[in-house]
């Protein structure tokens, strides 16, 4: 009997379906599930009944093109736009400039192909379901908008010219479909002078990870490999200029309180205040540090300066640019770029101290290429003949043979020219897949990340892809390359993530290139004992006499050998040299919403409870501090004091005017009022149990919360459940129910005020983090709230209609998030700048930060969970190398008052060919930078145009890639083994809440999973992408692994597609911040009674989020499964158990990536939409 099957040849009248399914009543009803000898089938998977028209090439505009970019900004002078910090002092100017070309993030630009329109009704063509698999029926008919991106202005009102995630470019005139960006030109560098001493130690790194043991084994074969590949020239030695471094009401919370009236003692208050709180040096935005000549004896190196950090007698910094060192000093001067022999004279000292001019606007080379525009909405399309019938049959009535044959893998080896398979061999990540017969595509073991083709010992000192990713492992030599292969360059980080090892070197000497300020790290190469090359800037540098000391072998001469040139990411304990102040202590903040809903929710009761359980594990010293506010429509203080016999609130009532009642009293330490705070968190939760306050004054309650933490700063919690209503920043509902449907506009995405925006900048600049925290029933415009952290480098949690006693899932998973919240480590006026090889530039930013200059991030707190990612262009070829690095340096302050700089360098191959860059895609970290430009287009632009060009990038890739392969028949969708994924997880992005389209996703749902994808980590966003799927109900201990003293199981991935499901089987779906346990009708009895707890699958409750410990092999064995995928994750997810047919399956069934879902393709289908548009 032949098997049904989706891989066979065409019918004679049958053409791929073109991707529009127009949404409305009566299209397409849902079909019901048909039982054929105890399987499931449906009308997922039929041959097309109707008549098929043939593509509609009317009205096709062929020179039409649209593209995104940046005119030439004028130069923005830090600090005297709407944008600059409050309190900071006047910076000098810092000039940015920006490409005066438009750009595209992957490469040139083509004209569109002919437009076409289809069918407007379309069966549903997938995958044939197998005997014995469970089959889901159809919801709707897909939709797939081809719309031309409109020209809309999204220029940033805070005159910031960097384009980062938060500030969207202006728009050109639309050219072409692509994502947008600009370049920036790189800023100046900001050196530092040598501290005195070095030592090295091994010692219990503060954040909780143990230092490495280190060995003495030297890499000669290491430096000389790299001696060998950076071909780079010796720069000469262009000197730079040298960066240096209240009438109020007082009562116990038990006795009724009348609020505060103002009156004229407040302005008294008010002037005391303001003339007394001087602002923090922390909150300037970078200045020009004074130049000073060269010492005399450095003069006389020809060329070759020491590479130790600032000594103690040098002139203290004065911002952040200069502390942390800049970048390219010579990146924009004709003589950095030119060789130069080595040695070389050393320039005038007068004239190296003289200030550079500033330099014109550089127009970047382009580094993208734009989209073809795609026809709007098919509105040309003819109506099929029989559109209003519907199939005949919901199964298949038997296998139909289609016209053309696919090649076969013999006829592909031979049409591949060079990478034909019998010829040479070559890397696996080539080999050839026809994805339309490729049926199983997802491999049944987790996807890692490619191991960069470097030799072994460099792969061996590689920077670990959980902190540090590229795109591309192989880096293209030019522009032009990365052009035609239309592939996205960037860098995926998550530079403080938990480690359980980390190095951790004190020292004073802290040793750095003298010309672009990067960290000596396991890529640079000495020349000898005395010199080293620097991998980024190819400057020779001296080897100070305290880094000639190994401290672990206790041997001079081996400079190679220490741990800093052993590792490629360490952790520095930095000197005086690199602080602007004083380390400041922890300081945290609780601002918390006692509204009538606030407390009808009951989220009082689990946070004061988790408070009371984790106040000693509050990251911090013995100076740690904290505070509390509530509001609803008027502010309330805690004054909690030493001394005081319980808390004493204090009612400010005007929320127009906010000012602190008692400033020198409400954060206090609190080891000292450890007592005072326990009362307050015990009375809390009963405090406001009988308010009719229904108002929220959330605006002002930030107000006056800034003015609390500017001296210091610190992390503000913001505890919120509901439209702020009262005061600046009053907000209105916005969100249309009825315009869910729409498939073109999705609106509101973007704040309605910017006022949370301008909070945010003024936090950044006073080093204080706003956290969000939005438990709410109801849409509370959580795309103006999300501001207030997104600009702050904030966090954002979101649970939706949260309930303490209706919806006891989110109830445990906020006590289980408030749990890692508040123990986990922190770091406290942080800073972080990405470095790279000479020739490559970045120029978009994405994450939760402020971009203090083109090449720095501002982040006053940072976190563990925090990813962020970053945009790469090629502005100069990168013939004159072999090897290309990246580096990312986090200059902050830990929870203990210890300045710490860590550092992450990753070293990638430079290759000249478009099939070496094809073998080197990362398509994971891909699809999570095309995530992150697809949230912005959403903003500046539109959902539709987001969509259109994440189509538009596997449609070009793919197609890059078809050009290297010649004699293929165009009914053939050839793929690398290295892209063969990228359709998957484009389908698997587009049918997320970010991107997708139908009824169904609210709006504060929506902004939230983009807040997601913009803020986390590649190995979370992944999960939160594409789901992993196991099936549990058959555990076993093979291939198990063992942690902590626990056997684990490793049941093997499982396609998302109905098709695997089975009646007599029980599975686990894991979608990051939510598990899925589907428990299927015919689930045996055994298993269902040995780890759920009941007899059989009638007794299972309808709502279900436990499993509970039973002492049975099965039950272990899940757990242990499920605790081992929960671990060290920032969100805890939330089980639950769906059982077949019932409503809640719904949820799950959404996440079946393959299937067809409310308003997209199956993955089938996708595919031959792609290999349509690919063959126009």
Known sequence: MHVPSGYGLHPQNYIAPSGHYPQGPGKMTSLPLDSQCGDYYSGLYMVPTQNVVTPNTANQQPGAQQMY?????????????PGSFQGAASPAPHLHTSASQPCSPFVNHFSSPPMYSANSSVASQGFPSTCGHYAMSTVSNAAYPSVSYPSLPAGDPYGQQVFTSQNAPTVRPARDHSFS???????????LPPPPSHQYHQQQSLSGCNTLSWSASGLPSTQENLLRNHTGSLATANSNPTNTVADSLSCPVTQNVQPLKSSPVVSTVLSGASSTRTPPAANRLAEPAASAARPPELSQQRGVDSSSTTSSASPVPNSYDALEGGSYPDMLSSSASSPAPD????????????????????IAKPFGYGYPALQPGYQNATAPLNSGVPPSSPVYSGFQQYAQQYPGMNQLSSSLGGLSLQSSPQPESLRPINLTQERNILPTTPVWAPVPNLNADLKKLNCSPDSFRCTLTNIPQTQALLNKAKLPLGLLLHPFRDLTQLP?????????CRSCRTYINPFVSFIDQRRWKCNLCYRVNDVPEEFMYNPLTRSYGEPHKRPEVQNSTVEFIASSDYMLRPPQPAVYLFVLDVSHNAVEAGYLTILCQSLLENLDKLPGDSRTRIGFMTFDSTIHF??????????????????????????DSLLVNLYESKELIKDLLNALPNMFTNTRETHSALGPALQAAFKLMSPTGGR??????????LGAGLLQSREDPNQRSSTKVVQHLGPATDFYKKLALDCSGQQTAVDLFLLSSQYSDLASLACMSKYSAGCIYYYPSFHYTHNPSQAEKLQKDLKRYLTRKIGFEAVMRIRCTKGLSMHTFHGNFFVRSTDLLSLANINPDAGFAVQLSIEENLTDTSLVCFQTALLYTSSKGERRIRVHTLCLPVVSSLADVCAGVDVQAAICLLANMAVDRSISSSLSDAR???????????????????NLQHSALIAPSSLKLFPLYVLALLKQKAFRTGTSTRLDDRVYAMCQIKCQPLVHLMKMIHPNLYRIDRLTDEGAIH??????????????????????GAFLMDCGSVFYIWIGKGCDNNFIEDVLGYPNFASIPQKMTHLPELDTLSSERARSFITWLRDNRPLSPILHVVKDESPAKTEFFQHLIEDRTEAAFSYYEFLLHIQQQICK
């Open 69 to 81: 970019g940046r005119g030439p900004p004028a130069p923005h002078i830090g600090g005297s736009t």
């Open 181 to 191: 960006g600009h370049s920036t030109a790189i800023s100046q560098p900001s050196p």
């Open 343 to 362: 040695p070389a004279p050393e320039p005038d000292p007068a004239s190296a101290s003289a200030p550079t001019a500033p330099q014109a606007s550089k």
């Open 504 to 512: 951790v070197i004190t020292s004073n000497t802290i040793v750095r």
């Open 638 to 663: 805690y004054n909690l004091q030493e001394g005081l016999s319980q808390p004493q609130m204090l009612i400010v009532s005007d929320i127009d005017d906010v000012f602190l009642p008692t400033p």
């Open 716 to 725: 503000v919690s913001v505890f919120q459940t509901q439209l702020p209503s």
């Open 948 to 966: 259109d060009a994440l189509v538009n990038a596997v449609v070009d890739s793919l197609s890059a890639y078809g050009s290297t392969v010649s």
């Open 1043 to 1064: 942690v902590n003293d626990r056997v684990v199981p490793q049941p093997p991935l499982q396609k998302l597609s109905a098709e695997k499901l089975t009646r007599e």
